[in-house]
């Protein structure tokens, strides 16, 4: 029944995102959101954007956006790309940089979604395992790769690397693109862009869905030496050329120029983060360092699709794998303080 | 200096939108928007969207707007796909249905965009010539294709194919997809819609940037058999999981609630683009029989390149391709009756 399917797609497996639920009202800690709205701006810019307007194309160089996060991050627009979602600028990278002989590396336990993008394009990749307590081996990522790939922190466990592990793998892999996935940097972990001028093959990718509280707008950037930059472009433009709407683009804008509602935003949930982890772990949990919005915790004496069953049935969403090394674990997005005392009660009642 | 880029993309040469004009206020004639508003619901529906729900992800699979489309074209929610634009939507069709051993065809003179999807996606492909007078020869797209693409009406000529001629192609190439782009096909042209019942491998791919002035929003969709949206939506989810934000998803919707605003909309550029075809026949332009919002216009004393940069001094842009046997046409968007009579006194003080 995949009659007029191209030979490429026959046998691929999509990327499963975390349920999106419908009707019945959850406690949704599955899909890493942030608890708390976006910057008051930001609404009132895509408000004012919402008009007649709408009937011309958006600005397809993002102009406004790009100088904009130029500025804040300290480096020229030539150097930032934005895309649809960080997944899509995740996607545009394995068409610009990876694909040769040689096989891109990435960690066994990582985000999910890059084996499926490496199906899709057709690049070889080979993963490695994390050590048993999920930290990076980053010697064994050194050597004759095709490209790296590694989130920072990294997801689902939420462990983060310094900036000088970083450093060793950009300068390590010196010939091919090292692409540092910082979508969840913005919850206590060093940023790579302090590396950007060393290592012209180093790129950071970065959403604005967590921190800024805007899965709901699809905008991701990438950042990185105008050369990286203008390979994005490249694809992007050999692709859709307008893959930011206008609302998007004013949204992300107005987003950027509240830098005090982002820190506080940010505090808040580390903060809950910190009482959520310690809480888990008086209950025996162990719970993996995290610099992100969510906790990677196990249970001794409960397994990991027990607990996600049971949390389910008693109205809170969290998210599971079923795959080696971590079936035994949950991963709990961080909420407010109130939706994660609902979590820690209906734990204690299931423990 | 495209060190780190993989192979793929070194020769590429991307795809080339209109100009975008910052500055300067021009008659913009020349990316083929709508001249008139988006119907007003739109921007209610999506100042309402825009809230604190944009900290969540949207709806993955873009229920609410495939259901309203599927009962607007008559056919099940499982025969709608949406993406980010047709531009998006066509994209993904060449990685769902083309990369065989056999060429996919499409005309010589069509959308600039196909060879370059071509291109990034490995696909080989043949241009079939159209005819002296650019129409499509069908009977030479019947045959062993690897798949079929037409633009219908066509761009940048605006001739349309009767839906015969497209049941022909679809019955002549009965192992392949043929992926019929119904852009423009609401300013007076038959949509292949009719024929989706009798031909599992047509797919009818569609905008709302045109004929619903919602360019700024991106959002296009595909029609056709359960199977070859499966096949989309397989591509989709392995790319990028939420292509359209909640605001698009809102203000598409509305979009599609307001048929009177639709129908009142399509009919003025009908009626402008009659009017001024017919003026500009009366200047001695040669003018294609246009079933789309724009005209394509030829003069025989005058060159294309002149008219376009005399046009563009006087503040009108048009569109013109550096290219063979098209390259003394413009390509005229049709936009308000006052701005045509701009258009037709630049060219009558050009001529």
Redesign the interface.
């Known amino acids: ?9 026959r046998d ?1 497996v ?4 975390g349920e ?1 639920p ?1 009707g019945r009202t959850f406690v ?1 800690l599955n ?1 890493n ?6 910057a008051p701006g ?2 009132e810019a ?2 004012d954007a ?11 160089e993002c ?1 406004a956006l790009r100088q904009a996060l130029a500025a804040y991050h300290g480096v020229t627009p030539e150097q930032v790309f934005v895309g ?2 960080s ?2 600028v995740l ?1 545009l990278c394995f ?6 002989e040689r096989a891109i590396v990435f960690p066994d336990i990582t985000y999910s979604f890059y084996p ?2 490496a ?2 394009y057709g690049v070889t990749y080979r993963v490695i395992p994390l050590r048993e307590d999920f930290t990076v081996p980053v010697e064994q990522f050194l050597g004759d790769n095709g490209g790296v790939l590694l989130p920072n922190p990294n997801a689902p466990t939420g462990r983060a690397l310094p900036l000088e592990d970083i450093g060793r793998l950009a300068q390590g892999n010196p ?3 090292v692409v540092i996935d910082e979508a969840y940097v913005d919850f206590g972990c060093e940023s790579a862009l302090a590396l950007l001028d060393r290592y ?2 180093l790129l950071v990718v970065r959403t604005m ?1 967590k921190s800024r ?6 905008v991701g950037c990438a950042i990185g030496s105008a ?2 930059i ?2 994005l ?16 683009q004013a ?1 992300a804008l107005a987003s950027v120029e509240d830098e005090a509602y982002f820190q506080e935003n940010r505090q808040k949930v580390m903060a809950t983060r910190a009482r959520t982890a310690a809480a888990l772990e008086q209950m025996g949990f162990t719970v993996c360092p995290s610099q992100a919005n969510f906790l990677f915790a196990s249970h001794p004496d409960h397994s990991g699709k027990e607990l996600l069953d049971g949390l389910r049935e008693k109205g809170v969403l969290v998210r599971w794998w079923n795959q080696p090394r971590i079936s035994n674990y949950l991963r709990i997005s961080v909420g407010t303080d109130a939706e994660m005392d609902v979590l820690l009660s209906a734990l204690r009642e299931l423990l």
């Open positions: 029944m995949k009659e007029f399917w191209s030979e490429r797609i691929m999509p990327y499963t995102p999106q419908r949704k899909t959101e942030n608890p708390y709205p976006p930001v609404v895509i408000r919402a008009g007649e307007g709408l009937r011309l194309y958006p600005d397809p102009t649809n979602g997944d899509e996607a068409q610009a940089f990876f694909g040769g499926v993008y199906a899709l010939d091919v693109a012209p093959n869905s509280s805007l899965a709901g707008l699809r050369n990286l203008a390979a472009n490249c694809v992007k433009n050999s692709f859709n050329s307008y893959t930011l709407d206008r609302l998007a949204g």
